[in-house]
């Protein structure tokens, strides 16, 4: 996959990383410039260890030290929890769970707790925290496969960011991490690039271009990763690259797709959609959550209300059906919105 | 356990006798005025009394230090009070007021002011003790030297919450002490039939961490237990389980008559009511006179009308003003 998914220009002298490393280095950036920053999760610092599921953390421990690389108890309710009362009392907790399906048992401390102090405290507290969580099927089944964006989008108080590269991933977690409020930072186990045995089966190459120099991605921001005139594909995560993949098929009938990277749910860059569906007059959402109640439903609804004008044809949502993630690889590639559903839906639009 | 007498606390002085008796003494009037302020209807929403369990909140907040952090419960108006959250603004924010602690957005069961020690209380049972972890996490990572005081009721023993965040505080030694107000019933559901363990300080030995069970309506012997408890605490040693045997003389809710409670359970606790148990051993000791005592009774009155007054006389919030508060800047 070369895409051109960063912001900068794709240079081979310059050096390329991975999403684990993009993140990994975000991490240690901000634990650097800010000593109240200190991570918690499950296996995140064991010596010897992976570094977390997926090896966002690994080596943190040795430059940080164990006061600020807290490996927990199997506990995400506490996880959770302690990150917020931590952020309450002056810190700045990055707390994980190992697949984001684990989020459904810290909920009452997210959605009940950290999302609503500020709230109930009459706007005197803040929650400066973030919570990450790798989502997406990867032929683990049903409960370590989940895309779980909505639900937490539906929270008021919390922030959603979902970065489909490491040049984002880097500049939104570092944003996240400077945020004031709880931002909930959703991974996709095929964009980390893990190496050696964590290395993710079916994972996409995706290695790019992610500057030296100090940059933040800031949340709220939509991007065109590519212009077209035609058809406006919205999507996130892993479902960027096949949207983007799509738009290239498309581009071989004369059909000229534009691609947006929504990069954040909450806040949600309504202007940079709307601008492109007021463009094309025609809007496909790619999302590999649910089709029920998914945030693409809430992408379709804003549209449909403020550019009914604009539309030339119905708003199609391509996502996977309302059925558990499957097991079986077959079964699961078909739950999984492919590259043809999307042209599908594209071409029943034109 | 729960006896008549006052186990006298070492180290206290006549003052600060005197100073932890007016504060249960504007705890249980708070709750009193509160209750018939609600009866007029003059207050939205619904409440949950405390009267009866003055000793708990105010023995464990007499123990504690300005800079240290309490949290709370949906039962929070004596926490409240007995942390020293200004009863104007108590008061304010029951009435749904802009002036309330909350600025009106929190309500009787989310009472609370980190700039006097307290969080929002938390009405989610059992949801207040991770939180409470992660303020002492923050404490120990600073160095202040300070605790986290935990209000939760023996309910709370049975949520996952409690387990969760109990553990994680023993293993990390977090300043943080837990404080259970064991009333013996979690709504109308007594503990007994919800757990096998007779008394809720033995979980402790579930985490390695010292429990240890106490006259919850003595008021001396929970903030002697609470001092040692703190001190433990303070000094990196880590948690401990305080189950403080009380009664809420109240139902559960503003709705709840309390059918479920004899009337012979009933007088026993009424006969070791916190706050009649500490003036008798006051004036007993001579402490306070009857007319000392009289004295104070009428200043809290005032001080309460005064409170009254405060809150009908703040604005109401603009309703669009809901819309603001949801994300910091």
Avoid at chain 1, 65 to 83: F, K, M, W, Y
Avoid at chain 2, 238 to 263: I, N, V
Wanted: hydrophobic content about 45%; glycine content about 10%; proline content about 5%.
């Amino acid at each position: 996959m070369s895409m051109p998914l960063s912001a900068a220009p794709e240079n081979k002298t310059e050096r390329r990383l991975t999403m684990v490393e993009a993140l990994r280095e975000a991490l240690r950036e901000e634990m650097r410039r800010d000593d109240r920053v200190i991570l918690l999760g499950e296996d995140i610092g064991v010596p010897g260890g992976f570094g977390g599921a997926f090896t966002v953390t690994l080596g943190l421990e040795q430059e940080f030290g164990h006061e600020r690389v807290l490996d927990t108890p199997i506990s995400e309710a506490a996880i959770a929890g302690v990150a917020a009362g931590a952020a309450l009392g002056g810190l700045i907790p990055v707390a994980d769970v190992q697949y984001g399906d684990f989020l459904f048992l810290a909920m009452d401390q997210l959605a009940n707790q950290a999302a609503k102090m500020r709230y109930m405290s009459g706007g005197k507290l803040s929650v400066p925290m973030v919570f990450r969580a790798p989502v997406g099927a990867t032929t683990r089944g049903a409960q370590h496969g989940q895309s779980l964006e909505a639900f937490l989008m539906h929270v008021p108080g919390l922030k959603v960011a979902c970065p489909s590269n490491p040049y984002d991933g880097k500049g939104l977690l570092k944003s996240a991490i400077r945020d004031p409020n709880p931002v909930i930072f959703f991974e996709h186990k095929l964009l980390y690039g893990s190496k050696g045995a964590r290395k993710e089966a079916g994972g996409i190459e995706l290695v790019v271009h992610v500057p030296e120099e100090e940059y933040l991605i800031p949340l709220g921001q939509a991007k065109v990763v590519r212009p077209g005139s035609q058809v406006t594909i919205v999507a996130n995560l892993l479902m960027v690259h096949r949207s983007l993949q799509a738009a290239k098929a498309l581009e071989a009938d004369g059909i000229d797709a534009e691609v947006i990277d929504v990069r954040t749910l909450v806040p949600l860059d309504e202007e940079t959609i709307f601008a492109s569906v007021r463009k094309t007059g025609r809007l496909i959402i790619v999302e590999e959550d649910n089709l029920t109640g998914g945030w693409g439903a809430e992408v379709a609804a804003r549209v449909a209300d403020a550019c009914i004008g604009s539309l030339e044809g119905p708003i199609r949502r391509v996502a996977a059906p309302d059925t558990p993630v499957p097991f079986a690889p077959v079964m699961e590639n078909y739950y999984i919105p492919s590259v043809e559903k999307i042209l599908a839906a594209v071409n029943d639009v034109l | 356990m729960t006896g008549i007498t006052i186990a006298r606390a070492a180290g206290l002085s006549d003052s600060e006798r005197i100073r932890m008796f007016r504060r249960m003494l504007l705890c249980r009037m708070f709750e009193d005025r509160v209750y018939y302020l609600f009866l007029q209807g003059r207050m939205p929403g619904t409440i949950h009394q405390a009267q009866g369990q003055e000793a708990t909140a105010v023995g464990v907040c007499s123990a504690l230090q300005p800079a240290d952090m309490i949290t709370s419960t949906h039962r929070p108006h004596e926490h409240a009070v007995a942390r020293g959250v200004p009863v104007n603004s108590l008061m304010a924010e029951l009435f749904a007021k802009v002036d309330g602690c909350c600025h009106g957005k929190g309500g009787s069961m989310h009472v609370g002011d980190a700039a006097y020690g307290m969080l929002p209380a938390i009405a989610i049972v059992g949801g207040g003790i991770p939180l409470a972890a992660g303020y002492a996490l923050a404490f120990k990572y600073r160095k202040t030297g300070n605790i986290v005081g935990c209000f939760f009721g023996d309910g709370a023993t049975n949520i996952g919450s409690f387990h969760e965040a109990v553990n994680i505080s023993a293993i990390w030694n977090l300043p943080v002490v837990f404080a259970c107000e064991n009333n013996k019933y979690g709504a109308s559901t007594a503990i007994e039939k919800v757990t096998r363990v007779p008394r809720l300080s033995e979980r402790a030995a579930a985490y390695g961490i010292p429990g240890r069970t106490v006259d919850g309506n003595d008021v001396e012997a929970v903030y002697a237990a609470m001092l040692e408890a703190g001190e433990r605490a303070r000094g990196g040693a880590g948690p401990t389980l305080l189950e403080l045997e009380t009664y809420r003389f109240a139902g559960h809710s503003r709705s709840d008559p309390g059918h479920y409670r004899s009337k012979d359970e009933v007088a026993y606790w009424k006969a070791r009511d916190p706050l009649t148990r500490y003036e008798s051993f006051l004036t007993e000791e001579g402490v306070l006179s009857s007319a000392e005592i009289a004295d104070m009774k009428a200043s809290v009155e005032k001080e309460l009308d005064a409170a009254v007054a405060f809150a009908e006389a703040s604005p109401s919030p603009r309703p669009e003003d809901c819309l603001n508060d949801v994300y910091a800047a």
